[in-house]
């Protein structure tokens, strides 16, 4: 009792503080290398002339350097800061994603510096702005530390500056790439504090706090549910998994509206809801989780929601020209004498019931309700995209690198693959092969909340499909992706903040796929 009222003291008064005041690296873009920085950056490519002042491509050989991806030297010099000499491998394969995976190198090679400058290679083939962008990402994603309960160490400390030299000329460029980097990396790092939080400082009520503070910065609308607003609503999937929980639930609503110069809403170019799994903390419910590590990482799968309000807040500030609806759903999933029971039949928003066989299958069921949600919003959305860390079998498909793709329209699915592949959150597809769908079969509801032993992501992306009144969608799976348990290029160990940038990128250059009947 003394813990559980201690820790409920502790959050009231010690909200997990990087959200209220995050750590910023001061950017920016100069002609020479400050007189400051502990250290510099300079890409060499594996199989060109060595240009960098200074340097021969025998005595890097002779020291083990031979430019490939990833690979990093530092040369202590007479004068000046040390010069880090950064692999970016063969020139003619260079693309952003492997730019931002040598910036990332380099960041991490020089750790424990608070001041660093990174010169602009010549960028081949990649605009020269996304080349800056890449860069600036990869050193402040790699930098990245969840420090608010850790007392600060010198080994490594948060990087104060970083400034990119560019070549001749193209200066302002080089700016607004490194300010699009910018955005996007600190929108990952809220993400990435959101999902680090413990479960017991972040409860879904807090969260809604965050989330209408940030929204009156951010240019948002904010609506919060509470448990009677959901009742109201109808929102029994939501309700059904908070049952056993002595944190109330809460839907956030977010909607950024785009607006002209007199902050007149102006005609968008199209319109997206987005719908996160925000499970605070999932213990199974009274089909409770194995005490081990996996169990352990549970605080962050509510990270499909992070990921959709660390997103938002951007799209102001980036000029955005689409409309977009967000419902978080956050309750956390806990066992107790209230909680639902195994053979209990929900009633979801629309009338839909379902009868739940497995309690830590409550993702799907807390989304259904703002997929309903989303269909009947008017006008209808032209796509719905759904992103949550739903089944250990799309980590066990697919490893953590690629989060799953799902969905019941191509061109939609193109789209989102896509911007994995600009922001390296990459997707990799399964099919939605409907032929399991039997699996999901109830003898008392209309559906059971899982399938068979089988194929367990694709059978929950059938059990979310069957909610989306058949409007283009697409489904993350990103149960793989949310965690790094080691440093990984610009993956901190850690929360990855994975889909907040894969979300920015297809929200700004969303394309409509089909007439929708508003
Ligand atoms: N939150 C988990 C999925 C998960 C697993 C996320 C590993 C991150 C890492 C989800 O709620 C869950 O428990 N899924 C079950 C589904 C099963 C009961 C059909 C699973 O994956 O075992
Ligand atoms: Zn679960
Ligand atoms: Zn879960």
């Known amino acids: 009792m003394l813990t559980s009222f201690h820790s409920r003291a502790q959050a009231e008064f010690h909200p997990a503080p990087s959200i209220e005041s995050p750590e910023e690296t001061k950017l920016a873009v100069a002609a020479t290398v400050p007189t400051d920085v502990g250290c510099v950056g300079t890409f060499v490519g594996a199989d060109e002339e060595v240009k960098a002042p200074g340097l021969d491509r025998a005595v890097l050989k002779a020291a083990g350097f031979e430019g490939k991806a990833g690979q990093t030297l530092l040369i202590p010099r007479k004068e000046g800061p040390p010069l880090v000499a950064v692999g970016l491998g063969a020139r003619a394969q260079l693309d952003a994603g492997k730019l931002r995976d040598a910036a990332a190198a380099f960041a991490r090679t020089v750790g424990q510096q608070k001041r660093v400058a990174l010169q602009v290679p010549d960028t081949g083939s990649v605009p020269v702005d996304l080349a800056a962008q890449a860069l600036t990402e990869g050193v402040l994603l790699a930098r990245y530390r969840y420090r608010p309960y850790k007392r600060h160490s010198e080994q490594e400390p948060p990087l104060e500056n970083l400034t990119l030299v560019p070549g001749s000329g193209n200066t302002e460029e080089v700016e607004q790439g490194m300010v699009r980097g910018g955005i996007h990396s600190r929108a990952t790092a809220f993400a990435r504090d959101l999902a680090n939080s413990p479960a017991t400082l972040l409860t879904a009520a807090r969260l809604a706090e965050v989330a209408e503070s940030l929204a009156k910065r951010c240019g948002l609308e904010v ?27 809460r839907m956030i609503k977010l909607t950024y509206t785009p607006r002209g110069s007199r902050g007149e809403a102006v005609q968008p170019l199209g319109r997206i ?21 996996v169990h352990a990482t549970m ?8 990921a959709i309000l660390a997103a938002m807040t951007t799209l102001k500030s980036l000029g955005c020209r689409t409309e977009v609806t967000a419902y978080l759903m956050c309750t956390d999933n ?5 909680a639902m029971k195994l053979g209990d039949v929900l009633t979801v928003r629309g009338g839909k019931t379902v009868e739940v066989i497995n309690t830590d299958a409550e993702g799907r069921l807390v989304m259904s309700d703002a997929l309903v949600l989303a269909t009947e919003q008017s006008p209808k959305p032209d796509a719905i995209v759904d992103i949550a860390t739903l089944t250990g079998a799309c980590q066990r498909a697919l490893g953590v690198l690629s989060a799953g793709v799902m969905g019941n329209d191509q061109s939609l699915v193109e789209q989102v693959k896509a911007s994995g592949e600009r922001t390296g959150d990459t997707v990799w597809q399964l099919p939605l092969d409907r032929r399991l769908r039997q699996e999901l079969e109830s003898e008392v509801a209309d559906m059971k909340n899982v399938g068979g032993d089988n ?25 793989g992706t949310a965690r790094a348990e080691r440093d990984n290029a610009w993956r901190s160990k850690g929360a990855t903040g994975y889909g907040t940038r894969l979300l920015i990128d297809f929200v700004m250059g969303f394309q409509p796929t089909r007439e929708t009947r508003h």
């Open 223 to 249: 609506e919060i549910f509470d448990g009677e607003a959901l009742a109201r609503l109808g929102c029994g999937g939501l309700l059904g998994v908070n049952a056993g929980s002595a944190e109330p639930p």
């Open 299 to 306: 605080k962050g799968d509510m990270s499909g929601a992070g």
């Open 455 to 479: 194929a367990g992501a694709i059978t929950a992306g059938l059990f979310l499909e069957e909610f989306v009144a058949g409007l283009p969608w697409a489904h993350i799976d990103m149960a």
């Open 334 to 338: 806990m066992p107790s004498g209230t």
């Open 273 to 293: 809801s987005l719908v996160g799994k925000g499970i605070m903390f999932d213990s199974g419910g009274l089909g409770l989780k194995p005490n081990d590590l």
